[in-house]
T-cell receptor, first 114, second 111 residues
Framework: DTGVSQNPRHKITKRGQNVTFRCDPI?????LYWYRQTLGQGPEFLTY????????KSRLLSDRFSAERPKGSFSTLEIQRTEQGDSAMYLC????????????FGEGSRLTVL | DAKTTQPPSMDCAEGRAANLPCNHS???????VYWYRQIHSQGPQYIIH???NNETNEMASLIITEDRKSSTLILPHATLRDTAVYYC????????????FGTGTQLKVEL
């Protein structure tokens, strides 16, 4: 399968713990995006990378959240000191560098904070 | 990005055409209309996009009005597997081209 891969698919953690999600994009795609989706809402943009450079971050991305894409390939999203409000689906997407190229989404990582 | 308005839900009989409307009255000249769908518990899936001309691919057709203030996504022969939330998104190309999702239209295809 050459689609966008996300791990883990499900994560249950206790409030205050740190969690990390990984995204492996489609190999030739230089742009990578993170979104968050809560129940009944559409996905909300968090941040995006062009190669290894993080070019934009949403105000939703508090200082407890950090994303990296160290070699311009896979990316990680870490949430420190999780809160119950962080419970959501975290979606990763990638696309090629063409101006109108569509996003290819992964299946998402569902986080539950108890 | 221009704001879009979609009905919250629609029903369609299997085998019939599903016509999903979207209003985007504040669209600017260089903004594209994109459609994605999200089947329950999966990531969103790209369907189609267009600028001003009607577009068709193997999944759907996109009809954009001449003034570009609204569009319709047409699934010509809906099946049960087309049951999903459909998102209409307007965005300009280039730059981040990040997408701003609304709440979409929940399409339910029934026997």
């Amino acid at each position: 399968d050459t689609g966008v891969s996300q791990n883990p698919r499900h994560k249950i953690t206790k409030r205050g713990q740190n969690v990390t999600f990984r995204c492996d994009p489609i190999s030739e795609h230089n742009r990578l995006y993170w979104y968050r989706q809560t129940l009944g809402q559409g996905p909300e943009f968090l941040t995006y990378f062009q190669n290894e450079a993080q070019l934009e971050k949403s105000r939703l991305l508090s200082d407890r959240f950090s994303a990296e894409r160290p070699k311009g390939s896979f990316s990680t999203l870490e949430i420190q000191r999780t809160e119950q409000g962080d419970s959501a689906m975290y979606l990763c997407a990638s696309r090629p560098g063409t101006p109108t190229g569509e996003l290819f989404f992964g299946e998402g990582s569902r986080l539950t904070v108890l | 990005d221009a704001k879009t308005t979609q009905p919250p839900s629609m029903d369609c009989a299997e085998g019939r055409a599903a016509n999903l409307p979207c209003n985007h009255s504040t669209i600017s000249g260089n903004e594209y209309v994109y459609w994605y769908r999200q089947i329950h518990s999966q990531g969103p899936q790209y369907i189609i996009h267009g600028l001003k001309n009607n577009e068709t691919n193997e999944m759907a057709s996109l009809i954009i009005t001449e003034d570009r203030k609204s569009s319709t996504l047409i699934l010509p022969h809906a099946t049960l597997r087309d049951t999903a939330v459909y998102y209409c998104i307007v965005t300009r190309p280039g730059g981040g081209n990040k997408l701003t999702f609304g709440t979409g239209t929940q399409l339910k295809v029934e026997l």
